[in-house]
DNA sequence: ATCAATGCAAATAATTTGCAAAAAG
DNA sequence: CTTTTTGCAAATTATTTGCATTGAT
């Protein structure tokens, strides 16, 4: 999937906090800054370790307190992956319905995207008297690869 | 979908114990008896009041512990619907690949199978180096049902 | 008898919240 | 100036755990 635009999705979060009346700080440029460093899911614990590096005076109270606006905002899209604490997954800002394989072998992620699954989701929810709004499909998966090798080196796409 | 077998399932357990070199009790009855009692997801709270209603002794560590033995044995299955608790589905046992609709108008949650979404999801999986071991999808959505008449009806199935 | 299972109460750990001080608009 | 935001520390809450005792096999 291709890099995120960085500046766009900064814009986003700037009108979506200006629309709301509320304001932009040292402490959110320092979060958001963090948010779209990666593209990799990460925790609450590592978002506040990042942040701190960009601006020391960031505290974990305002990392659990921008984050929901950030899931608000669509840049951030919680997940569980069945541990004691959220991962955030900053790709649905670009790839709103992307899926997850989790390979039970090596703990690895991949995501992918299926225009037919989304359709058939489509077809299925509006028979039975829905409208999508959005969908989360997990699977978990082994690893052939892993069984031989060790490890897991597919890259996803 | 068909109702479960309850007696069978009931006997899948204690074989699972058996096999573990674990023991059935008194608790574990009413915790058994009260999990495929009902066809909803339910929460660890929710399942200590049942058990209780059928054995007062029945504890909430009691509880909090034999929930893990029913999923690893596969009668019951962790979901996460956001909320700060799991809930937990007991429909898995007989519908291994079952998926939800969650309604964000009303809330009700409506469950479906679909083997197209399944061979959709093996061939990709398999294409990307992964065999599917288990799969989750959840689709939020609308009702239109319910903007009309303030309450959604439409049955699952 | 032996070892797993229990209830209780205390511990754990992620997240949330009250509050007085600081900063944005 | 007014209102939001912050850091801090304390509170919250689902779940887990240590331990002495009970119960299944």
Redesign the interface.
């Given at each position: 999937m291709p890099r995120p635009d960085r500046q766009r999705l900064r814009q986003r979060f700037i009108e979506f906090l200006t629309k709301k009346d509320l304001r932009m700080t040292a402490q959110r440029h320092a979060i958001i800054d963090s948010v779209f460093n990666t593209e990799e899911h990460f925790t609450a614990d590592q978002l506040l370790e990042w942040s701190r590096r960009v601006d020391k005076s960031v505290s974990r109270a305002t990392v659990y307190r921008t984050l929901p606006l950030l899931t608000e905002c669509g840049l951030l899209r919680?997940m569980?992956f069945?541990k004691d604490h959220k991962f955030y997954d900053p790709n649905y800002a670009e790839h709103p319905n992307h899926n997850h394989?989790i390979?039970?072998d090596c703990e690895r992620i991949?995501e992918?995207e299926?225009e037919?699954?989304e359709e058939?989701?489509d077809e299925?929810?509006n028979r039975?008297?829905?409208?999508?709004?959005?969908?989360?499909?997990?699977?978990?998966?082994?690893?052939?690869?892993f069984k031989r090798k060790g490890a897991?080196t597919?890259k996803?796409g």
């Amino acid at each position: 999937m291709p890099r995120p635009d960085r500046q766009r999705l900064r814009q986003r979060f700037i009108e979506f906090l200006t629309k709301k009346d509320l304001r932009m700080t040292a402490q959110r440029h320092a979060i958001i800054d963090s948010v779209f460093n990666t593209e990799e899911h990460f925790t609450a614990d590592q978002l506040l370790e990042w942040s701190r590096r960009v601006d020391k005076s960031v505290s974990r109270a305002t990392v659990y307190r921008t984050l929901p606006l950030l899931t608000e905002c669509g840049l951030l899209r919680e997940m569980d992956f069945g541990k004691d604490h959220k991962f955030y997954d900053p790709n649905y800002a670009e790839h709103p319905n992307h899926n997850h394989i989790i390979c039970q072998d090596c703990e690895r992620i991949v995501e992918f995207e299926s225009e037919k699954i989304e359709e058939l989701e489509d077809e299925i929810t509006n028979r039975l008297g829905f409208k999508v709004k959005s969908q989360r499909l997990q699977i978990t998966a082994s690893c052939e690869e892993f069984k031989r090798k060790g490890a897991c080196t597919k890259k996803q796409g």
